[in-house]
T-cell receptor, first 115, second 113 residues
Framework: AQSVTQLDSQVPVFEEAPVELRCNYS??????LFWYVQYPNQGLQLLLK??????LVKGINGFEAEFNKSQTSFHLRKPSVHISDTAEYFC?????????????FGSGTRLSIRP | GAVVSQHPSRVICKSGTSVKIECRSL??????MFWYRQFPKKSLMLMAT?????????EQGVEKDKFLINHASLTLSTLTVTSAHPEDSSFYIC?????????FGPGTRLTVT
């Protein structure tokens, strides 16, 4: 079984400041890792994903994440945030070699940007 | 990129009635679709996995007789909430898998009065 822990339910940050959203996972099998963003009353948009290879993954909107296997972490970072980054962010995992690509989500982190 | 639509985007129904939500993959075929439920300020909870031409697989604790899922074609899955009650009010999101990635729909907000 897999589980995802997002350590911070809310992260307030000033505009143009850097941000890190933390994510840890637990799994007995190898997994793919994802970060999704959800704007109010909308569905989910994929920010980035780690499948294999380089542990530093770059995504859309200037976000990046680093896979750390020893720490079972996949923290999301952005060097300078904008007001438009205000949203809910979900870390997620999916077991490798799963025929159905089932995704397990973390509880989410609400990123609020202060001007 | 791949697009998944949901219809309706919002629906209000009276307690005791049934409501159907459609999930369509617009530009690809999806042998597998997923239905999620999201409570306010909460994460997405997987309700069921829908496979084209076969019965859906429900997660533990999800009433299959209440949440009827039909995946009649490679581009359409439907979720019917039967005999809806106020506690069924929620944001329902579907996703479609093209064999490589899941693509999410915009969600349907159901309000049961």
């Amino acid at each position: 079984a897999q589980s995802v822990t997002q350590l911070d339910s809310q992260v307030p940050v000033f505009e143009e400041a850097p941000v890190e959203l933390r994510c840890n996972y637990s799994s007995s099998v190898s997994v793919y890792l994802f970060w999704y963003v959800q704007y109010p009353n909308q569905g989910l948009q994929l920010l980035l994903k780690y499948l294999s290879g380089s542990t530093l993954v770059k995504g859309i909107n200037g976000f990046e994440a680093e896979f750390n296997k020893s720490q079972t972490s996949f923290h999301l970072r952005k060097p300078s945030v904008h007001i438009s980054d205000t949203a809910e962010y979900f870390c997620a995992v999916s077991p490798k070699y799963s025929s159905a690509s089932k995704i397990i989500f973390g509880s989410g982190t609400r990123l609020s940007i202060r001007p | 990129g791949a697009v998944v639509s949901q219809h309706p985007s919002r629906v209000i129904c009276k307690s005791g009635t049934s409501v159907k939500i459609e999930c369509r993959s617009l530009d690809f075929q999806a042998t597998t679709m997923f239905w999620y439920r999201q409570f306010p300020k909460k994460s997405l909870m997987l309700m069921a996995t829908s496979n084209e031409g076969s019965k859906a697989t429900y997660e533990q604790g999800v009433e299959k007789d209440k949440f009827l899922i039909n995946h009649a074609s490679l581009t359409l899955s439907t979720l019917t909430v039967t005999s809806a009650h106020p506690e069924d009010s929620s944001f329902y999101i579907c996703s479609a898998w093209d064999g490589y990635e899941q693509y999410f729909g915009p969600g349907t907000r159901l309000t049961v009065t």
